[in-house]
T-cell receptor, first 110, second 112 residues
Framework: RKEVEQDPGPFNVPEGATVAFNCTYS??????FFWYRQDCRKEPKLLMS???SGNEDGRFTAQLNRASQYISLLIRDSKLSDSATYLC???????????FGAGTILRVKS | NAGVTQTPKFQVLKTGQSMTLQCAQD?????MYWYRQDPGMGLRLIYY???????DKGEVPNGYNVSRLNKREFSLRLESAAPSQTSVYFC???????????FGDGTRLSIL
């Protein structure tokens, strides 16, 4: 089983739609969780950290369910500019390492 | 604000050639990382350096060596390049590990 698993998609949605991605992780000792965004042929960039109580940043909401070991990202009112690959990232539970999921592709169409 | 700078951005090598990928950060970060990214596989950690003077293997270290030259610089060396090492290589850094990492633009490496 992969340490971090994501549905690769692609998710094809119209502008204005609400879309949600889930990610599962295998190491129950993981303590840090992040969502990154990666545009085509570019470097990953931090979208938001994920906190235990859930957190929101504008149109983006992240939630953590430790009992079920999954993380979610909700995007409301999708924009064309949201089209990208979204990477779920979890710390390895030991050492300094982060483990990256393979990513979920989002395509927002007009 | 340069952040994390990688050189070169593109490189084509022949099998068996050697080369060094350079990475420098100007954020006074302690931890630095080298990843490779292949289609459908996400980012895989090659080597990392938790602090100046230390390096450790990641998930896919075979065929690579690293040097943490000083706090700013972390280089990745391919001693004898193989076609399986064709990939996009990213360098990243963070303050002390398990924190959001800042990435360089990447090096696109093709080995023929």
């Amino acid at each position: 089983r992969k340490e971090v698993e994501q549905d690769p998609g692609p998710f094809n949605v119209p502008e204005g739609a609400t879309v949600a991605f889930n990610c599962t992780y295998s190491n129950s000792a993981s303590q840090s969780f992040f969502w990154y965004r990666q545009d085509c042929r570019k470097e990953p960039k931090l979208l938001m950290s994920v906190y235990s109580s859930g957190n929101e940043d504008g149109r983006f909401t992240a939630q953590l369910n430790r009992a079920s070991q999954y993380i979610s990202l909700l995007i409301r009112d999708s924009k064309l500019s949201d089209s990208a690959t979204y990477l779920c990232v979890v710390n390895a539970g030991y050492g300094n390492k982060l483990v990256f999921g393979a990513g979920t592709i989002l395509r927002v169409k007009s | 604000n340069a952040g994390v700078t990688q050189t070169p951005k593109f490189q084509v090598l022949k099998t068996g050639q050697s080369m060094t990928l350079q990475c420098a950060q100007d954020m006074n970060h302690n931890s630095m990382y080298w990843y490779r990214q292949d289609p459908g596989m996400g980012l895989r950690l090659i080597y990392y350096s938790a602090s100046e003077g230390t390096t450790d293997k990641g998930e896919v270290p075979n065929g690579y060596n690293v040097s943490r030259l000083n706090k700013r610089e972390f280089s990745l060396r391919l001693e004898s390049a193989a076609p399986s090492q064709t990939s996009v290589y990213f360098c990243a850094s963070d303050r002390n590990g398990n924190q959001p990492q800042h990435f360089g633009d990447g090096t696109r490496l093709s080995i023929l």
